[in-house]
């Protein structure tokens, strides 16, 4: 997942403290068991499916020469499968009420190639496709479908590139923010997206990256 190091029985808990009625499911996305899983108990529980957010994602680096069979598999299967698979399984309930708001998380690299991430590089083109794809047969439905690319993130999946001086040097140098991004600066992003102010935004992909792409 993107950033977070919170447990779901710990989210939960922290829901519950507020207000908020919850349920935390846990389950591997790259099992198509698990995604129709985690969606039937979510409609069992609140008896719909308003907002899906796609956010599951991994990262394996490795000269493309050398990516293996192993790692390429995982990545497509977490990163760019499940999105299709929940999106499938999560929209079909939104189709029945003829509205719902679906979230993608894709990339800098939807629009990049990258250096020494074949396989998340091609993962996250994917999403940029399916979100456009599904948008183009549900708009017309009342369901909305967009995506959020998120720029350099501060989080688990960038610890190596923030560790490698020379690459963390000549990313924060492209940035004209001058920073990395956080994860909370994400939320206004993904709070827009979810609600009636978007009605009318349909296969966008929001760029969240400091300015990366301006560059």
């Keep these: 997942?993107?950033?977070?190091?919170?447990?779901?029985?710990?989210?939960?808990?922290?829901?519950?403290?507020?207000?908020?009625?919850?349920?935390?499911?846990?389950?591997?996305?790259?099992?198509p068991a698990v995604c129709a899983r985690l969606v039937d108990e979510t409609v069992k529980h609140f008896g719909a499916i308003d907002i899906l957010v796609n956010n599951a994602g991994i990262i394996r680096r490795a000269p493309a020469a050398e990516y293996s069979e192993e790692d390429w598999r995982a990545l497509i299967d977490v990163n760019l499968s499940s999105v299709f698979r929940l999106m499938q399984l999560a929209g079909r309930?939104?189709?029945?009420?003829?509205?719902?708001?679906?979230?993608?998380?894709?990339?800098?690299?939807?629009?990049?190639?990258?250096?020494?991430?074949?396989?998340?590089?091609?993962?996250?083109?994917?999403?940029?496709?399916?979100?456009?794809?599904?948008?183009?047969?549900?708009?017309?439905?009342?369901?909305?479908?967009?995506?959020?690319?998120?720029?350099?993130?501060?989080?688990?999946?960038?610890?190596?590139?923030?560790?490698?001086?020379?690459?963390?040097?000549?990313?924060?140098?492209?940035?004209?923010?001058?920073?990395?991004?956080?994860?909370?600066?994400?939320a206004g992003a993904a709070v827009f997206l979810a609600s009636s102010a978007s009605d009318y935004i349909h296969g966008h992909i929001l760029v969240v990256d400091g300015g990366w792409l301006n560059r």
């Design 1 to 31: 997942m993107h950033g977070s190091r919170s447990t779901p029985k710990a989210t939960e808990q922290k829901l519950h403290a507020i207000g908020v009625e919850s349920i935390a499911l846990v389950g591997d996305v790259a099992d």
């Design 93 to 186: 309930h939104m189709l029945q009420r003829g509205s719902g708001k679906i979230i993608n998380i894709a990339s800098l690299l939807t629009f990049q190639g990258g250096i020494l991430v074949p396989a998340y590089a091609a993962a996250k083109g994917g999403v940029g496709q399916l979100t456009k794809a599904f948008a183009n047969e549900w708009a017309s439905k009342g369901v909305n479908v967009n995506a959020i690319a998120p720029g350099y993130m501060a989080t688990d999946n960038t610890e190596a590139l923030q560790k490698n001086p020379e690459r963390a040097r000549q990313i924060l140098e492209r940035i004209p923010a001058g920073r990395w991004g956080k994860p909370e600066d994400l």
